[in-house]
């Protein structure tokens, strides 16, 4: 506190030696001006007396109009300067503490505010942008969290049991087999969460070349077949030959992978997947469909929201990063991705990209 006030008593004589020193100039000129015009035009002669009396009366002029204007100026910077900043600090102070909630109301009234007002939009803008992060953080936290709890949960389980030696040799291949899946799982998760750590943070750069999109949808198709018979699932493909598009191969691979997962996920046993690649003017139009249960259109609306998992009968399968993934591949390379979907009828979803001709 006394550090304070001895910072203000130091800026108040500042201020007032500078308006001192202004002050003196002005008012000696003028004063020497003064005289010298009335010495011209009147012929009068000035004594020393006279000269020591005005020179004495000019300086307590100067001193009292010194002090005037430092007290006015004291006052205007108080609410023109002083309490802007003060706010400003204060909310900024609050976000440093982790408070993004705060905000700065328009700084209006005595004086002009246009440049504090701008600084002050600029610093409400940051606040609402550094909370909603930290709402997508403190959710991202919760949803890895809940994520990892369930597979770690289920190989604890069943590694406890496995210690038993009354299990036989088919249970402890099942158990094996479950912790195994977990594992997987977890594996699954960790290394979706990179990619998409690494495409949000912009670590993976676009590299684009040019390829047959055909052969590329066909080849990653052919790595769901075991699960395709293992399902009984009816297969249905139309692939058009010879559409070469430009782009990064491998992030489109993480496309088509995650669709055809999806599709095979929330299909049952002999149900029916589609895929279809076809020319449209400049464009090339892969559908992915089956015959599964559907979402709804509020689902529909986050379908494309890290964690979100619509259907939780199958949640289990997913980690709900595949289509975050997804989208933020299909926003990098410049493509459009849209889904169609019925309760209990099916989905189908559409990827649209440039192709070249």
């Known amino acids: 506190m006394k550090k304070d006030v001895l910072l203000a008593i130091w800026r108040f004589v500042n201020r007032a030696l500078v308006f001192f020193l202004l002050i003196a100039f002005v008012t000696t000129c003028c ?13 009068i002669e000035f004594t020393n007396a006279h000269i020591e ?55 209006g009234g ?32 919760s949803s890895v ?38 594992c997987d799982r977890l594996g699954s998760l960790v290394s979706n969460i990179l990619k998409l750590n690494k495409l949000e943070n912009q670590q993976l750069f676009l590299k684009a070349d040019e390829y047959e999109l055909g ?17 009984s699932l009816d297969i249905e493909t139309d692939i058009a030959d010879g559409i070469i598009v430009k782009s990064d191969p491998e992030l489109l691979a993480l496309v088509w992978n ?30 992915v469909s089956d015959t599964g249960c559907g979402i709804s259109g509020e689902t529909g609306k986050h379908i494309f929201d890290k964690f979100y998992q619509g259907d939780n009968s199958h949640s289990q399968n997913g980690n709900g990063l595949g289509l975050a993934l997804v989208k933020r591949v299909i926003d990098i390379t410049g493509a459009e991705i849209s889904v169609e979907s019925k309760i209990n009828e099916g989905s189908c979803f559409t990827v649209r990209l440039k192709k070249e001709k």
């Open 31 to 43: 004063m020497m001006l003064f005289m010298q015009t009335v010495m011209a035009e009147t012929g």
């Open 53 to 107: 009396l005005a020179a004495k009366l000019t300086f307590l002029n100067v001193l009292l109009i010194t002090l005037t204007c430092t007290v006015i100026d004291t006052v205007k910077r108080r609410f023109t300067v002083t309490l802007p900043i003060k706010r400003i600090s204060e909310a900024a102070q609050a976000m440093i503490d982790g408070d993004f909630s705060v905000r700065i109301k328009h700084i």
């Open 145 to 182: 969290s809940h994520e990892l709890k369930t597979p770690l949960a289920i190989i604890k389980n069943y590694a406890a049991m496995l210690e038993k030696d009354i299990l036989s040799e088919a249970e402890k291949k099942e158990y094996i087999s479950k912790i195994s899946q977990s």
């Open 258 to 287: 995650n669709l055809f997962s999806n599709a095979v996920k929330f299909t049952d046993n002999g149900g029916k997947i589609s895929v279809s690649l076809k020319s449209d003017g400049d464009y090339a139009v892969v559908s």
């Open 110 to 141: 005595f004086g002009r505010y246009d440049g504090f007002n701008e600084i002050i939009d600029c610093i409400n803008m940051i606040a609402k942008e550094l909370g909603g992060i930290e709402t997508l953080r403190s959710d991202f936290i």
């Open 215 to 231: 052969e590329q949808i066909c080849e990653c198709f052919l790595g769901f077949e075991e699960i395709f018979e293992e399902k």
